[in-house]
């Protein structure tokens, strides 16, 4: 089979495809063949050495395919989702098979296409255990997210109106599509604008998808007793934040942060199994995304990398 590999950390330039034999199903595993994958910011920080992935690697979190080897009534059925350690510890997505236990699979919702099946994955199980497993986020409750108008972002909107909350939304860009309330931080303050947005009573959850020079603005606009998520440093995992621990204290606040490396294969398929009813029933929707050709990878993993497009990116196989 063909994969997309690298044997050193750098650029999408260190990229290459291989011929690379198809992998040996170990007890208990299933052979799934990529129809789509999708390319995350988080794919291209694998490439850098972000998470001190075992070399030579296959990257690629997100994926649609069909199993055909192993898994007994899963042969045949078309699946989702994104894999456990993929591009870290065991190979991904962006090769024409990969193999994983029969355990983290999730059958794909029938009305998306692989192609927006493909870019579920990371950017909504970010959002789903950010709002609801760790911020328990409650109906009638107000909700900041901040790069709202990124994919992340877009997810947790859709799951936030679904579970009955507001959202104020905060963003350098234009705007931010189906938003309560939209804060443009090129012409307002992130405090001033969600206070005034809530009557000067502060938000319940903060989705921090930002962190840097926002994250200490975040914990500002929260109301006495509420619960911020961070999930990303814009400027780098070495950059400090500061904060003022008297008012934190004072205000009874709760900081939780949220890494999706940390799920296990079993917990991101049953993360994907209850999205899979938000899509059927209408809550949840993708765009249709941006098709390459397998070929064309490197092309595409620059094209994020320099974040040429905010258009999702999908690769696609046969």
Known sequence: MKALRFNQFGTPSVLHIEDVPLPALQEGEVLVQIKASSINPSDVGTVAGRFHSQLPMTPGRDFAGIVVEGGGAWKGKHV??????????????????????????????EGLSMEQAAVVGVPYLAAWQSLLEAGHLQKGERLLITGASGAVGSAATQIAHWKGATVIAADLAAGAPDVDVFVNL??????????????????????????????ASCLRTLRVGGRQIAIANATGP?????????????????????????????????????????????????????????????????????????????????
Do not use: C
């Open 80 to 109: 989702w989702g994104t894999g456990a350690g993929f591009g870290v510890i065991r190979p991904g997505a962006h090769s024409e098979f990969v193999a994983m236990p029969s355990s983290w699979l999730s059958e794909k919702p």
């Open 186 to 215: 090129k012409e307002e303050d992130l405090v001033s604008g969600v206070r005034k947005a809530t009557n000067g009573r502060g938000v319940d959850l903060v989705l921090d998808t930002v962190g840097a020079n926002l994250f």
């Open 238 to 318: 070495d950059a400090d934040v500061r904060l003022n621990l008297t008012d934190f204290y004072h205000n009874q606040l709760h900081l939780i942060g949220v890494d999706t490396q940390k799920l296990s294969g079993p917990q991101i398929a049953g993360l994907m199994n209850q999205l899979r009813e938000g899509f059927q029933a209408g809550y949840l929707h993708v765009s249709q995304p941006e098709t390459n050709r397998f070929d064309q990878a490197v092309v595409v993993y620059t094209k994020v990398a320099e974040k040429k497009t905010r258009t999702k990116q999908v690769l696609v196989f046969g």
